[in-house]
């Protein structure tokens, strides 16, 4: 049995790595994409994971293959592409470490993923099933997403949601806003950027936000992340804010994939249904999975940064919040 499938993609991601003799940027490798990143954090916290997605059949796929094997991740869906190659990214850091990409993905492997080509035995033994919208950018890789969401739903599984959103990758903005909205519709556990809320819902206030959200949606764990402030958070009627932690960022490549696998982790830890959870215990999980967050952007990259359990606990155990405590709204 798996504790969580996901689907979506796997990719390169180039980092800056200072600057050459003659003074140019240099870039370092780093294995990335956001569903993978969030299986890389949980397999480093002891759960099982499993991986649905696709590469080309060069380098950097083979690379990318022996990355999730290394880090415990089950490649079994894992599928490689002959005819196009592995997608790659450019990530460009500012003097925060707040990052920005380039992709080069006109197509990428990730893209082609088929109906036919998705491991339906892995999502028959699961118990969390994560996506987000970047394998629904395009066909076929969208049809295969679809697909394997109603599978899973079918199956009983919990449904974790990251919309991810990356606005230079979708054609238009109207057909983002309806491929969220597919997800949603889906979602038990969302996690949205300050960004991805106010494009869902049309606000920017938290509150407003996610009760638009979840009027709509009835999406029973709603969280936002909002950097260095913490979260926000919506479970049912009953909101709050969990103040984040203070470290030194250099790269915040995948603090919101360290963040939500730090929320699926704790849930997989209650192993209770999201019902029977009290608003003090969603509260522990979002200081939980602060700070995974924050620990992840203290190293470069994603799936190299993802932090131990013994770092979570030293962090927890040493570490003032930046607003002492947690305030319910």
């Known amino acids: 049995m798996f504790d969580v499938t996901a689907l979506g993609e796997v990719l390169i991601d180039f980092t800056p790595a200072g600057k050459s003799e003659s003074g140019e940027v240099q870039f ?18 002891g759960k099982k994971t499993a991986f649905i997605g696709k ?13 999730l094997s290394k880090n415990n991740i089950n490649t079994k869906g894992l599928v490689f592409s ?17 990052r920005s990409f380039s992709f080069y993905r006109n197509p990428g492997a990730d893209m082609m993923l088929k109906e036919q080509e998705v491991n339906l035995e892995l999502l028959d033994h699961s118990r969390i099933f994560h996506f987000g919208t970047i394998s629904m950018t395009d066909e076929p890789a969208a049809s295969a997403t679809l697909m394997a969401i109603k599978y899973a739903k079918e199956k009983g599984q919990l449904i974790s949601f990251d919309p991810n959103l990356r606005v230079n990758l979708w054609g238009n903005l109207s057909h983002a806003k309806e491929m969220f909205t597919i997800g949603l519709r889906y979602a038990n556990v969302l996690k949205v950027s300050e960004e991805e809320l106010e494009f869902i819902s049309g606000s920017k206030d938290p509150q407003r936000g996610t009760a638009y959200i979840y009027d709509r949606f009835h999406t029973e764990l709603i969280f936002v992340t909002m950097g260095g402030e913490g979260c926000f958070y919506r479970f049912g ?13 250099i790269d915040t490549t995948g603090a919101g994939d360290a963040f939500l696998a730090g929320v699926l982790y704790q849930i997989l830890e209650y192993n209770r249904s999201l019902s029977e959870l009290t608003l003090n215990d969603v509260k522990q999980i979002v200081l939980f999975a602060n700070a995974v967050g924050a620990l992840a952007t203290t190293k470069k990259g994603a799936i190299p940064a993802m932090p131990l359990i013994e770092e979570i606990s030293a962090l927890r155990d040493s570490q003032v919040l930046i607003k002492r405590g947690m305030e319910s709204l």
Do not use: M
């Not at 002959?82 to 707040?98: K, P, S, W, Y």
């Open 28 to 45: 370092e490798r780093n294995p990335g994409g956001a569903p993978a990143n969030v299986l890389a954090a949980l397999a480093k916290l």
């Open 55 to 67: 590469v080309g059949n060069d380098q950097f796929g083979h690379y990318l293959h022996s990355v």
């Open 82 to 98: 002959n005819e196009i190659n592995t997608t790659l990214a450019f990530v460009h850091l500012d003097e925060q470490g707040d």
């Open 237 to 249: 009627e009953k909101v709050g804010k969990c103040s984040g932690y203070k470290v030194e960022s």
